[in-house]
């Protein structure tokens, strides 16, 4: 059933739901703080009632990915690109975390493009992705609301 975004009912539905969040699903797993944090930054990438269950479970597991990913990058960092191994040590090498951050970058895409959050699949599916934009709207504006209003000067 496609849900005109232009009409009352769904700007509404959207209004009301820009503040919600889903939780994490209990069949992810434990998350750690960074793992709950990515994942309510992900989900507002679609509007909160076009994520089934199973689609949650997987964006859990995105989450979870993507702060692996972020971890493995900053030891990459750390670490730098190049090591030294062999006998006396001198000998360069491709430091091996290149390929585990790689691998996971490679599974964020496969993943995310299963949900349907790159913008080759947001095209193909425009009600759905102009949900989600209303809704951003909204939390905008509800956010906006929220802050505190500066004091003009008279003088």
Known sequence: MSKSVNSR?????SARNASKQHDWPDEAGTATEADAGMYA???????HEDWTPADLISLA???RLQSDLVSEHDQLRKEGMISYGGKMGLTP????RQRIVHDLNSSIN?????LGLTSMSFGEKKSQAARGKQERTSRTVLSDQQKPQKRRSLI
Do not use: E, Y
């Open 9 to 13: 009912t769904q700007q509404v539905r």
């Open 41 to 47: 930054k992900l989900q507002v990438q679609r509007a």
């Open 61 to 63: 597991n995105l989450a």
């Open 93 to 96: 090498i491709t430091n091996p």
């Open 110 to 114: 496969s993943l995310a493009r299963r």
